[in-house]
Nanobody
Framework: QVQLVESGGGLVQAGGSLRLSCAAS????????TGWFRQAPGKEREFVAT????????YYTNSVKGRFTISRDNAKNTGYLQMNSLKPEDTAVYYC????????????????WGQGTQVTGSS
């Protein structure tokens, strides 16, 4: 089992940047592909980005391509989501997730989840 804790959320003006972190404990972090998801009020949780176990492959939802960057440091057992050029529509609770096997864009494909961190983009 792996435990995940997100941090780094906050309030930022449109066009600003934030970096989210996902600290992992328990089983070996490098054994898991990870993903970031978000959930806005009244909406379903949606995929944002995913990265393979060894950082060799990444994938993004179209709305964040060119603005967000997913990365990980297995030596530090930490994943990251760098968010640039933030927009009000990026406002949501952001969740880190982990799964054994290859990376996935599906909510149901992940076994472990953090508690979430709030990101608010103001106009």
């Amino acid at each position: 089992q792996v435990q995940l804790v997100e941090s780094g959320g906050g309030l930022v003006q449109a066009g600003g940047s934030l970096r989210l972190s996902c600290a992992a404990s328990g089983r070996t972090f490098s054994s898991y592909a990870t993903g970031w998801f978000r959930q806005a009020p009244g909406k379903e949780r949606e995929f944002v980005a995913t990265i393979s176990k060894n950082s060799g492959a990444t994938y993004y939802t179209n709305s964040v391509k060119g603005r967000f960057t997913i990365s990980r440091d297995n030596a530090k057992n930490t994943g990251y989501l760098q968010m640039n050029s933030l927009k009000p529509e990026d406002t949501a609770v952001y969740y880190c997730a982990a799964r054994q096997g290859v990376r996935s864009t599906e909510v149901d494909g992940y076994d472990y989840w953090g508690q979430g961190t709030q990101v608010t983009g103001s106009s």
